[in-house]
């Protein structure tokens, strides 16, 4: 079936450093691919999304680029803030199901 | 602030007791999920209702079951609580029945502890 598989965290790092948390699915078909994030104390919010490939999404910095080749869809910002620790869910929807990998959870220091 | 709405933020019960979480979705949204989060288990999809009809089930155990409402918001019972029922659980609502039509909003969970 369909899954989805990200980096094990917790991924530490320092303010402004760069930030790549990966991401890869496997599905059949055509599946939209999606980036929530989980602040402390509060529900998932969605971050960005991407529905077929080569499509790139971006918001607050972020971006993923839906890469159908290596069947991947990896995060990454260029200059993290300690307001992004947080934890990060890669995700998809095919055939109207939505799939979670497991989380990374970001941890950034001063 | 999702507009989703989740009651109680927190719960605690023992083994074998029976409990009610509920969610309130945003206005105008009729569609609600319900899931569990657990640590090892990760993000585990239990049900969605569409305008108060069952839409579609995940891995819901049959001591846990659903219902929502004519003003659409939604109840989770979970009965014959064992420990391992100890989770976060997230209700979340959208606009339509299928998840490709719209994103889902995530209320703040409910932290169930079984003691």
């Known amino acids: 079936g369909d899954s989805v598989t990200q980096m094990e965290g917790p991924v530490t790092l320092s303010e402004e450093a760069f930030l790549t948390i990966n991401c890869t699915y496997t599905?059949?078909?055509?599946?939209?691919l999606f980036w929530y994030v989980q602040y402390p104390g509060e529900g998932l919010q969605l971050l960005l999304k991407?529905?077929?490939?080569?499509d790139k999404g971006s918001n607050k910095g972020f971006e993923a680029t839906y890469r159908k080749e290596t069947t991947s869809f990896h995060l990454e910002k260029g200059s993290v803030q300690v307001s992004d620790s947080a934890v990060y869910f890669c995700?998809?929807?095919?055939?109207?199901?939505?799939?979670f990998g497991t989380g990374t959870r970001l941890q950034v220091f001063p | 602030d999702s507009g989703v709405t989740q009651t109680p933020k927190h719960l605690i019960t023992a083994t074998g007791q029976r409990v009610t979480l509920r969610c309130s979705p945003r206005?105008?949204?009729?569609?609600v999920y319900w899931y569990q989060q657990s640590l090892d288990q990760g993000l585990q999809f239990l049900i969605q209702?569409?305008?108060?009809?069952?839409?579609a089930k995940g891995n819901i155990l049959e001591r846990f079951s659903a219902q929502q409402f004519p003003d659409l918001h939604s109840e989770l019972n979970l009965s014959s609580l064992e420990l391992g029922d100890s989770a976060l659980y997230f209700c979340?609502?959208?606009?339509?029945?299928?998840?490709?039509?719209?994103?889902?909003?995530f209320g703040n969970g409910t932290r169930l502890t079984v003691t």
């Open positions: 979340a609502s959208s606009s339509t029945g299928g998840l490709r039509g719209s994103p889902l909003h």
């Open positions: 599905a059949t078909g055509y599946p939209s």
């Open positions: 991407a529905t077929k490939a080569d």
């Open positions: 995700a998809l929807i095919n055939t109207d199901k939505l799939i």
């Open positions: 206005s105008g949204d009729l569609s």
């Open positions: 209702y569409y305008n108060g009809e069952e839409r």
